[in-house]
């Protein structure tokens, strides 16, 4: 079983590198996911790493790193709308205040901590 879908799945792969390798923009792919990893090991992860390093020591660590982990997901699915330059090429694409919007949902995710915290303690 193992066997086939090993199989099943450098087949897949073959035919996908077949399907994507006569794209022009193929090098620019390239370069952003070299972009992506070198951004993850050079600033994500030590910033990750130094967060856990501040709360390990506090009581409800669990509440405080989920929480943490969570903003930094909406961070990240957030910033490439934000940083976007020049205007989206359809007009109501992105029609939303995505700034706001991303400051209410922290906000939310921050307020949910709090409220756990303070039940966690209250038990």
């Given at each position: 079983m193992r066997i086939t879908l090993g199989a099943a799945g450098v087949a897949l792969i073959t035919v996908g590198l077949f399907l994507l390798l006569p794209l022009p923009g193929l090098w620019g792919v390239v370069v952003g996911f070299a972009g992506a990893i070198a951004l993850h090991d050079v600033?994500?992860?030590p910033l990750v790493l130094l967060a856990g390093l501040l709360v390990a020591r506090l009581p409800d660590r669990a509440v405080v790193r989920g929480a943490l982990i969570t903003m930094g997901?909406?961070?990240l699915i957030?910033?490439?709308v934000l940083l976007r330059p020049g205007p989206p090429p359809n007009p109501t694409l992105l029609a939303q205040p995505y700034g706001?919007?991303?400051l209410i949902c922290l906000v939310a995710v921050a307020v949910v901590a709090?409220?756990?915290v303070l039940v966690r303690r209250r038990r």
């Open positions: 600033v994500i992860g997901a909406l961070v957030t910033v490439p706001l919007n991303l709090v409220v756990l």
